[in-house]
């Protein structure tokens, strides 16, 4: 990797310059790869009578001598051998000049005051504002910039307290997921004296008066560390005290059962939400102005997923999928809280409800119409109020606030749209521009198409295509194929400055929305979980099919791209499908299926999607595809840059040394087989978060220069900010 203030300098400047290259001229030939030495152990574990080799076990103590001493040796393979591609610079010049744009979040309000983050164009990271209206000047409340040298430490969350005076917030460290909480006075920009340790995956939510504030933390090990192994409870903290001093409101006796607090609008309650896993989760409540006695569970059926809206007194709406596929609103009562009482607000529809908020006496419903958005205001009552006008086919998100205000604010996106802010009145569905980013870019020069196509086992799959507007339908385009597929995640159409550099390239780009997901609701997010899982690949593999019979690509020109569960993906269909591909980037991904759950508590969590290897048909089915275990010594796999980081403590990054291992092990047992798998380790960074920008630049530059690579791409990019000539 390139010394940071080498890149920092690079990204100061705007450069002009047209990049060609011819990549059947390489500067390193396949054949000087020699992979470092990953020496096999004997580990052997008997699951369900299947013996089972881990000959990498070796490589998940991540502080030993042994693992340090590969990652170097595998950077140090991997980092020169993509620096001599030489289409390598020119896309980290052309990235540095498309990045350089002012952009913002969406607004949110707190008491009387506004805020938003902007980024100037090259900052490493976005600057929180504050300001007394949206269209007055804001002022710099909390710049990240200013916490490390490199850019590596990050503001993860800024939440405001209700009298817009004080401000929690939380940092990042090298990109873990672990979170430092400070406090800040918001008038003064002086930080107060409160520091809290031990926490990740929660917010903050303040007490009425902002004299403190819930949340949610680990306990302490014996080394005085966090210990993640076992579940978190929910502390209170008071402002200007000692963390030491929190009073722990609510814990529950169960391993793997995290419980998170919420403070009603009106300040009566404290919701808690419990959660073990993706699917499903319980719902208690405390009542605050009586003093935090005990819990009331009100939901604990563990049937269905509830997400919290907010409450008219004593009756609490859900968002849920309780008897509903696709979703639906309720409102249930909590003095009479059983099932027979509750009241429908909105029923389920044919489109999947992605999300609601209760702004200014109505219910904003947020749909997705086949991975597209689609946005209606409810009264309390349900009844329909208007559908919100959006500027085009593409994701709108936002639309939160206050039930005493109408106003609020909402971003829209698509493939080829950078964000669209807009502030909006529920009351009176007026809508006006807030700030739109303006690329440098000529994004008009692209099409997005949305194509259906059958998969293995004849589900109809939608997948989305962008592409230059003369593209030629003649098998021989560049095509990266990108993928999910788990936690109810959905893949939506959104604006990302890396996947035009790669359209300027000549690629073709192609999201495809896979069972796992939540595109269409719950049946179709159970569609690709644990026993069915399978249909994930197979929804996959049969889009990359689909790319060839239209004309768009053939099997050397096809990539493959996901991250974390996305990595998965493309590890497991890497290997029941090598012949389909051309290259691949698998990224941060979950490779070894059978041990997956063993760091922590958070990963055993995952089991809601994937199952666990101690229950034996899930074992079965996971053996079937990790991709670790599935590595076959007698075939000649598409070249593959896999990427991680050291401090990545959500998947934990021995997931990818091993499948490394398994791969280069493979790859190197083949006479003649000159396609690389190389890994890349970032060193200070985790699951991706919190990234400063030259690292995200470098990352990416690496990835499409592998890529133009493997895919013997030639490459024209544009001569100058906004020219779209080749």
Known sequence: ????????????????????????????????????????????????????????????????????????????????????????????????????????????????????????????????????????????????????????????????????????YSISDGGSDWRQWRVRDIETGEDLPDMLMHTKFTDVSWSRDSSGFFYSRYPSGENGKADDSKPVSIYYHEIGTAQDDDAEIYALDHPTRNPYGTVTEDGKYLVITVWDGYSSNAVHYMTLDEGSGPAVELLTEWDALYQFLGNTGPEFHFQTTNDASNGRVVAIDIERPNAEDWREVIGEHAETLESASMVGGRLVAQYLKDAQSLVRVHGMDGSLVRDVTLPGIGSANGFSGRQDDPETFFVFTSFTVPNQIYRYNTATGEREPFRSDEVPAYLDDYRTRQVFYTSKDGTRVPMFIVHHKDVKLDGTNPTLLYGYGGFNVSLTPSFSVARTVWLEMGGVLVVANLRGGGEYGEAWHEGGMKLNKQNVFDDFIAAAEELIDLGYTNPGKLAIQGGSNGGLLVGAVLNQRPELFGAALPAVGVMDMLRYHTPSANARAWSSDYGLSENSEEFEAMYAYSPYHNVRDDVCYPPMLITTADHDDRVVPWHSYKYAAAMQSAQAAQAKCEKPVLIRVETRAGHGAGKPTWMIIENIADQWAFLADALRMDVSLPARTGDASR
């Open 1 to 168: 990797m390139k010394n940071y203030r080498a890149i920092a300098v690079l990204l100061a400047i705007t450069i002009l310059f047209t990049a060609a290259c011819d990549n059947s001229e390489r500067h390193m030939k396949t054949t000087d790869i020699r992979y470092p030495q990953s020496k096999r152990g004997e580990t052997v574990d008997n699951y369900h009578g299947t013996e089972v080799a881990d000959p990498w076990r070796w490589m998940e103590d991540l502080d030993s001598p042994a693992v340090k001493d590969w990652v170097t040796a595998q950077n140090a393979l991997a980092e020169p051998w993509l620096e001599s591609v030489s289409v390598r610079e020119p896309i980290i010049r052309r990235m540095t000049d498309l990045w350089n744009y002012e952009r913002y979040t969406t607004p949110f309000k707190e008491g009387d005051r506004y805020f938003y983050s902007r980024n100037d164009g090259l900052q490493n990271h976005y600057v929180l504002y504050v300001t007394d209206a949206p269209d007055a000047e804001a002022r710099v409340l909390l710049d990240p910039n200013t916490f490390s040298e490199d850019g590596t430490v990050s503001l993860s969350q800024a939440i405001p307290g209700p009298n817009g005076k004080l401000l929690a």
